[in-house]
């Protein structure tokens, strides 16, 4: 997405893709968005399958790079770590940041989130408050990383 500022120069955002089966944690993601007056564009899938359909240009909805995609892992049809593996098996890919949204804690899918080259690993707090704080702190970080 490409906006214009008054002086005419471009500004460029990265457009999103959560992949999350929640919407619960959807609206919450949404509401991070607009609370921080962020304009990227987001797309949702709600499993691996339709994520994986959606960045391979399936449906005729194919995103523009750049972009990265957070993703949940405990979802139905294809999980979060299939979808990874799936993905990665693909070289025009590999290079699109995965950053892992998930409630798991759990050390097994963090171990192996890593081994499929994710770029980071947020686990999902319960409390909203305690969300927007992470949010806030990772939105920083990619902004200083000039991905935004």
Not at 55 to 69: A, D, E
Not at 94 to 105: A, G, K, Y
Not at 116 to 129: D, L, N, Q, R, W
Request: hydrophobic letters at 35%.
């Amino acid at each position: 997405m490409i906006l214009k500022k008054n002086n005419n120069q471009e500004i460029v955002l990265i457009s999103i893709l959560l992949v999350d089966d929640d919407e619960i944690d959807q609206q919450a993601f949404k509401r991070y968005l607009k609370q921080l007056n962020l304009l990227n564009e987001l797309k949702i899938a709600e499993n691996g399958q339709e994520a994986l359909d959606y960045v391979m240009g399936l449906n005729n909805r194919r995103i523009q790079s750049p972009y990265i995609i957070l993703l949940d892992l405990n979802m139905p049809k294809m999980n979060g770590l299939e979808f990874l593996e799936e993905l990665r098996n693909y070289p025009e890919y590999n290079q699109i940041p995965v950053v892992i949204l998930t409630s798991s804690t759990n050390e097994e899918d963090i171990c192996d989130s890593y081994e499929k080259h994710i770029s980071g690993y947020i686990s999902k707090p319960v409390e909203t408050s305690e969300f927007m704080r992470k949010m806030t702190t990772f939105g920083s970080y990619w902004a200083m990383c000039n991905l935004c």
